[in-house]
């Protein structure tokens, strides 16, 4: 007899599941007008459970009581998906009604309760004693095994298992729990397509799943859908189940199950699922408390998985601390390399380590042979910064199958691309044998009729794993990538201290170069300060000696402006700095010489309000003359060459600077024509400045704006 050809794993995806058009016959459902609730759709059987034969086109009110239909409108007014309406009694059997809401459809299920529904209080007690149990369990395996015994507790099926999803879909049974005679699961492996995709989106949307009887002939929607779309029955209880996983059940000698959905920070963690040899119920009280202790022993999973993280985490940072106290010892990483290669390895419980930097290759441990690592090196570079985790690399760098055994895991980090500078971790092959729970590669057929057919057998299959290799854990990722940062720290910090070393170096060579800069200067200062005093003292004695007024006036305004020049010098050379100069500083100290030099009656003429600014020195050169010309001018021509107030500003603007020199006398005067106003214009015109006029009120107000920095222009 020949063997059915296997089933495209796409074939089962595409199954509309969610839209069967039918339910499962031991409830029924009404489907009304969300607004009217008249009824225009129903399955099961509605007269025999309701005792209503005619219910098409009838209110809800009519069928199921107004108090409880009124209680179904404000389920679809709620803004909630829908939930428990209440509880519904016809000759004696009790029923369960509960509603939700689809586009304009108010989708009603009625499915038999309990005789005697159980007490809250004694619900709530089961609860928090299972929850109790649960934070008591010292790690994730002693959780599972504890959850299976208290979700048998409360659904009363034969055997509850513990079922987590694995890589592409497959999952194992992590703990079980049964009664006498059923068969075991315990660690078995399950392949990915026994629960194809959309019903792992199914299972994260509608959290518990029951088929009380897997014998069930199921029920259609009557009259017929007619929709533009098929009626959506995610969120059904009553939902029929496709008839391939029906067929998967009776093959595991199962009469009724039901899956209870653990979900993980909104991802499918696993299933608590429920097998009975026999049909049975699973009413909505029991549905709603497995729900709520699913919820709970999610919590106890992630904080158990955080909890093994955490101490694992703190693991490493101890290694960690201990690998980069070894780098940092004297010589670096270059002289301590050799030695450290076997910490590197032992920091992620590798069984090799190789270390490629400059060229120059460092191993320890179980590794491939050199060549083999050379390569493996360069691969790891054309891949990039990311880091390359791998638990079966012969998978994804097929030149591995020569080496498997001694690396079948890898762990691969580049540190530094432009050195090289690269360092693989290697775990041996581990070969595994894993127990399935039937032939994971005949788990779906074609049947005749193109019908799909599941697998018959869940006998215990062995399968022998080769070329995988323990796997690495995030932790072991993370701390990976922190080596990484910290390594290339390390090294910035070294050629750091190269570059102060250089530093410091050029420093001391400029120390000595600008002493004698300063030698220097201080020789050129005292021979220009000499000769402007010698042409200063020849002007005064021309001056004395001249009889006519107007030369006598000509030679004392040069000998002024000489002055001036050599103020501005001698103040210049007594800044702090030599490229820079503090321009509020110097102005103060160049207008308390300046009122020296015009004698003890300009005491407190001269008052300076300058807020601070860094000009460079050639230009507070210019702006120090500037500002002694404009003083100069406002003593000749608004005092008369007597005493009078003159008030100097300076204030930064944006990127401008701003100096005011303004009077109290006669105001407005004409400008001049003769030497004066000829250098006054020359020097603005060096510092591409505008130089203003206004009414001071009295008096007048000159107004220099320029840029701060801009470079001095020459002049013709």
């Keep these: 007899m020949s063997e059915a050809p296997t089933l495209d794993l796409e074939v089962c995806v595409r199954e509309p599941i969610h839209i069967p058009g039918a339910i499962q016959p031991h409830g029924a459902m009404l489907i009304a007008d969300r607004t009217t609730q008249e009824i225009a759709h129903g399955a099961g059987d509605v007269a025999g459970l309701l005792g209503v034969d005619a219910w098409i086109g009838l209110s809800l009110g009519a069928i199921l009581g107004d108090p409880l239909a009124e209680r179904l409108a404000q389920v679809t007014q709620s803004g909630h998906v829908g939930g428990y309406a209440g509880h519904l009694v016809r000759g004696a059997r009790p029923f369960d009604v509960s509603a939700h809401v689809d586009r304009d459809w108010l989708i009603v299920e009625i499915e038999p309760g309990l005789d005697q529904p159980l007490p809250a209080t004694a619900i709530l007690g089961q609860l928090e004693a299972a929850g109790a149990a649960f934070e008591r369990a010292p790690n994730l395996k002693a959780l599972c095994d504890r959850a299976a015994v208290e979700f048998r507790r409360l659904t009363g099926f034969d055997r509850v298992m513990i079922y987590r999803f694995l890589d592409e879909g497959a999952g194992a049974v992590l703990a079980e729990d049964r009664a006498e005679g059923m068969p075991s699961f315990l660690n078995h492996h399950f392949p990915g397509s026994d629960i194809p995709a959309q019903a792992r989106a199914l299972y994260v949307r509608n959290l518990v799943r029951v088929i009380p009887d897997v014998a069930y002939t199921p029920a259609p929607l009557r009259p017929e859908w007619r929709g533009a779309e098929p009626l959506d029955m995610s969120d059904c209880a009553l939902r029929s189940v496709a008839a391939v996983h029906m067929q998967y059940l009776r093959n595991m000698g199962v009469g009724a199950s039901a899956s209870i959905s653990v979900v993980k920070d909104g991802l499918l963690w696993g299933l608590i ?360 001018n406002a003593n000749k021509y608004a005092y008369d060459g007597k005493p009078g107030q003159i008030e100097v500003s300076l204030e930064e603007h944006r990127a401008d600077l701003r100096v005011i020199v303004a009077d109290h006398g006669k105001g407005k005067h004409a400008p001049g024509e003769g030497f004066g106003s000829r250098m006054m214009s020359a020097m603005v015109k060096q510092l591409r400045g505008e130089l203003t006029f206004g009414d001071n009120k009295p008096g007048l107000r000159a107004i220099l704006t320029c840029p701060i920095s801009a470079p001095i222009q020459p002049t013709e």
């Design 273 to 632: 699922a429920c097998h009975h040899r026999s049909p049975k119920l699973m009413p909505y009280d029991i549905r709603a408390a497995a729900r709520t202790l699913a919820g709970g022993f999610a919590r106890q999973v992630r904080a158990k998985e955080e909890a093994e993280a955490y101490r694992e985490r703190l693991r490493l940072r101890g290694l960690e601390d201990e690998v980069t106290s070894r780098f940092a010892r004297a010589g670096g990483l270059d002289a301590n390399l050799v030695d450290g290669v076997h910490e590197l390895g032992r920091m992620l419980d590798a069984d090799g380590v190789a270390a490629l930097r400059g060229g120059v290759l460092y191993m320890d441990g179980v590794r491939p042979p050199e060549t083999h690592v050379h390569a493996l090196a360069r691969w790891a570079l054309q891949r990039g910064q990311d880091p390359i985790v791998t638990n079966c690399l012969p998978e994804d760098y097929p030149d591995a199958q020569a080496f498997q055994a001694q690396a079948s895991g890898l762990l691969a980090l580049v540190v530094s691309a432009d050195e090289p500078f690269v360092i693989l971790w290697f775990r041996a092959e581990e070969v595994e044998v894993v127990n399935w729970a039937g032939n994971p590669h005949k788990a779906l057929t074609l049947g005749p009729g193109e019908t799909l057919t599941p697998r018959a057998s869940f006998e215990a299959w062995r399968q022998t794993v080769h070329g995988r290799s323990r796997r690495w854990t995030l932790a072991e990722v993370d701390a990976a990538v922190r080596l990484r940062e910290t390594l290339l720290d390390a090294r910035g910090r070294r050629r750091l201290q190269e570059l102060n070393t250089r530093l410091g170096d050029a420093l001391n060579e400029k120390d000595g170069l600008l002493e004698q800069k300063e030698m220097l200067l201080k020789e050129v200062n005292h021979r220009i300060q000499n000769s402007l005093q010698l042409v200063s003292s020849f002007l005064g004695l021309q001056s004395r000696s001249m009889g006519d007024p107007k030369l006598h006036e000509a030679f004392e305004e040069a000998r002024r402006r000489l002055q001036a020049v050599a103020l501005v010098h001698r103040r210049l050379y007594r800044a702090d700095q030599i490229e820079i100069v503090d321009m509020a500083r110097y102005m103060e100290e160049l207008v308390a010489d300046m009122n020296d030099s015009l004698g003890a009656e300009w005491a407190g003429k001269i008052i300076v309000d300058a807020s601070p600014v860094l000009v460079p020195t050639d230009r507070a050169v210019t702006l120090g003359l500037v500002v002694t010309e404009l003083v100069i």
